[in-house]
């Protein structure tokens, strides 16, 4: 029997630290592990018995790269409890700050963690040596995204300007209008974005998805909606129990989330492409259809193409609320506490991230509960390299080894923020 082992231990260009193995046997895939080993870091367990207008600052401290996920996920399952719907101008203001995280973590992800691959760079820095030019302003287009996330959240990183009911502070006109600039010089290297991504030489390979994603009615979904998917689901934030559940798994600290009749699915850029490609702007349908992005893409691989649309999407979308923008007054709505349970979602730059609190009277908080969507895609992500082996298990092990790397990249999971939570056996004899 000849068998065969490969492992990534730990995986490179991701965020966190996890592990790859996979055991063949004869040719067949025996065994396929994502092992996430990084430590459950208890942020559920520890806003417990703090104030409900806390969440926006600790829960952004789940993830340095998508933070405004978690601040405006919280934000809105406070805001549901409470019975208070912000008014336009603020929904606008928080879409804007959105904007800014998709197109910093889209950049980084498209040129600095996934793109290596395609090219034969073991990193960005070595890629750089042969396309300096693109990597320059693919840095440049970050730090638009950054300069963004800094006029309205305060500043680049774990944003401290949003609050439940609002900001604490409204950027005026003036401040936003040198970030259009850098926006409408980072839109023409958006386009071209596409271009690059589409001609990366993309392995051949679909696979089937249940695709989940939020959906608003004229826009593509980004800080709100209700939750589709392609088997038909239409849900407002509290059901999302009644048809989801986490489970844990042995070989990892991270959950794993299915349908609750035990299929796994897919959340993040190609799902919210299948769903919802029809209310991208004008410029970004133009463009996938340029890089031969028909209304559903099923190629994994191919999510980078995605990825960078969602990027063009953002820019153009940025610009747009900027050019419309008026502060709002006050920057906050009033949010007087109340003793109940509140849900809420938004589309993270990885896919969908659901939130539900319970607090008491006084707004302390008594449960939290965070589903992020490195945890909901983790069986999902088992599949694709069960997929992947089995189609490619006559390459050598190096080969090998790299296409799953590749295939894990390409949902570019967020390890730390998927591990939230561990039970603890002890068996004693």
């Known amino acids: 029997m000849a068998e065969r082992k490969i492992s990534a231990d730990p995986l490179a260009r991701v965020e966190g630290e996890g592990a790859l193995h996979v055991r063949l046997s004869d040719g067949e895939v025996q065994d396929v592990r994502l092992r996430i080993f990084e430590p459950p870091r208890f942020f559920e367990a520890f806003l417990r018995g703090r104030s409900?207008?806390?969440?926006?600052?600790?829960?952004?401290?789940?993830?340095?790269?998508?933070p405004v996920a978690y601040q405006l996920s919280s934000v809105a399952a406070m805001e549901d409890l409470c019975g208070v719907a912000a008014p336009e101008p603020i929904r606008a203001l928080r879409r804007l700050l959105y904007c800014g995280e998709w197109i910093e973590s889209h950049a980084l992800h498209v040129f600095f963690l996934h793109g290596p691959d395609?090219?034969?760079?073991?990193?960005?820095?070595?890629?750089a040596r042969d396309h300096r030019a693109t990597v320059e302003r693919a840095l440049q287009l970050k730090k638009a995204g950054n300069a963004l996330m800094r006029v309205?959240?305060?500043?680049?990183?774990?944003?401290?300007?949003?609050?439940?009911g609002g900001f604490y502070r409204a950027p005026a006109r003036a401040e936003l209008a040198p970030v259009a600039d850098e926006l409408r010089v980072a839109l023409e290297f958006a386009v071209e974005a596409v271009a690059w991504a589409a001609a990366l030489p993309c392995p051949d390979?679909?696979?089937e998805f249940e695709f989940v994603a939020l959906r608003e009615r004229d826009r593509y979904a980004i800080e709100g909606g209700r939750l589709a998917s392609s088997g038909g689901l239409d849900l407002a934030p509290a059901e999302f129990p009644e048809h989801f559940e986490e489970h844990q798994v042995p070989?990892?600290?991270a959950l794993h989330s299915r349908l609750r009749d035990g299929r796994a699915y897919l959340t993040g850029p190609l799902a919210r492409y299948a769903l919802s490609s029809d209310r991208l702007s004008p410029a970004a349908r133009e463009a996938a259809a340029a890089a031969g992005l028909g209304p559903v893409c099923r190629n994994p691989y191919r999510s980078i193409v995605v990825r960078a649309v969602e990027i063009l999407y953002a820019v153009d979308e940025a610009l747009r609320l900027i050019a419309t923008y008026e502060p709002p007054h006050p920057p906050a709505v009033t949010v007087t506490p109340r003793a109940g349970t509140g849900h809420g979602w938004t589309e993270a730059p990885r896919g969908m991230l659901w939130h539900r609190y319970a607090i008491d009277g006084d707004g302390t908080i008594l449960d939290a509960r965070i589903v992020p969507p490195t945890s909901q895609n983790q069986a999902r992500i088992e599949q694709s390299l069960t997929s992947v082996v089995t189609a490619h298990a006559s390459l050598d092990d190096d080969q090998l080894q790299l296409r799953c790397e590749q295939a894990?990249?390409?949902y570019d999971p967020c390890i730390s923020c998927a591990t939230h939570f561990l039970e603890t056996e002890i068996e004693r004899c």
Not at 54 to 62: G, N, Q, S, Y
Not at 119 to 124: K, Q, R, T, V
Not at 152 to 164: F, K, M
């Open 52 to 66: 409900f207008t806390e969440v926006p600052d600790i829960t952004a401290r789940i993830c340095g790269i998508c």
């Open 118 to 127: 395609f090219l034969g760079y073991p990193n960005a820095f070595a890629m």
């Open 152 to 164: 309205v959240g305060g500043r680049e990183i774990h944003p401290v300007n949003v609050r439940v």
């Open 205 to 207: 390979h679909e696979e």
């Open 251 to 253: 070989h990892s600290t």
């Open 408 to 410: 894990v990249r390409a």
